[in-house]
């Protein structure tokens, strides 16, 4: 599918976190600006608004920030190529970077749902599972793991349990995670069973690329957004202002880790150069 290369600012005072994230803030020395500025965490909404207005398949190569511990795989300061396709529906975009995932690695693609990872792994049904049963399995799983101070959330336990199934099936492969639970929707449309449509592409048991079909309601897009919000404010973390939205149509798109991406094609263990 063609699409227009675009560039959109990196500082915004409003933009789109999991409510885990932590953003880096500045603030403005100009006496009419006193709002918060983040340094992108991805230039998700930013693209939301230009398919808003009509801008047609359109993506971008640019610099992400969140303030992370720095180790093989993450860094503060990383790179994106982040791509939204209007008329494409999200099993369409996962299955076309996952045959970008095998050319360019020469790896066989499997492709799985949460659910039968989950029965597969565990015997249980990931979507009939309440939060009370979700923290239970985690802690039978990992016994009495502390994952911090403070609350944890139930999608930071499905997390955990997600990551332990990835690293039992995920070894010299291209996998690809479909339709997610509710604990953890992003900013994905629900579809009519009650899961988001959303996938994320692993290699190696590395996460490459992360997608989903747009809500495309902006009253629809807020309500997660403020459930979003809460979850941030339930983890100590400030809430984030709300953003200006108008409805898209309808769309799908994935955001690719480009120094990953690139750090697998080369055979580095780490995204870092001097490593």
Not at 230 to 248: A, G, Y
């Amino acid at each position: 599918m063609d699409a227009v290369e675009v560039s959109t600012p990196i500082l915004n005072n409003a933009v789109l976190a999991h409510p885990t994230t932590v953003l880096f803030e500045t603030h403005s020395q100009s006496e009419s600006k006193q709002d918060t500025l983040y340094l992108q965490p991805s230039p998700e909404l930013a693209m939301r608004s230009l398919i808003s207005q009509g801008s047609g398949a359109i993506y971008q190569i640019c610099k992400a920030f969140r303030d992370e511990p720095s180790d093989a795989t993450h860094s503060p300061e990383f790179s994106i190529l982040e791509w939204y396709a209007p008329g494409l529906g999200y099993r369409e975009m996962a299955t076309e970077v996952c045959h970008f995932l095998k050319d360019l690695y020469d790896l066989d693609v499997e492709s799985i749902t949460c659910a039968q990872l989950f029965k597969d792994a565990f015997s249980v049904e990931l979507h009939e599972l309440s939060d009370l049963e979700l923290r239970l399995l985690h802690e039978k799983t990992f016994g009495s793991c502390n994952l911090g101070d403070g609350e944890v959330l139930p999608s930071q336990h499905f997390d955990d349990l997600l990551d332990s199934t990835i690293e039992r099936r995920a070894a010299q492969k291209v996998l690809c995670i479909l339709d997610y639970p509710i604990v953890d929707p992003c900013f994905a449309k629900q579809s009519d069973d009650g899961t988001v449509m959303r996938f994320e592409i692993y290699v190696d048991g590395i996460e490459i690329a992360n997608g989903y079909q747009e809500i495309e309601k902006a009253s629809d897009f807020l309500l997660r957004f403020e459930a979003e919000n809460d979850q941030r404010e339930r983890l100590k973390v400030n809430r984030l202002p709300k953003p200006k939205l108008r409805d898209i149509p309808v769309c799908s798109g994935v955001a690719i880790g480009v120094d990953r991406l690139i750090a697998r094609a080369l055979k580095h263990t780490s995204i870092h150069a001097s490593n």
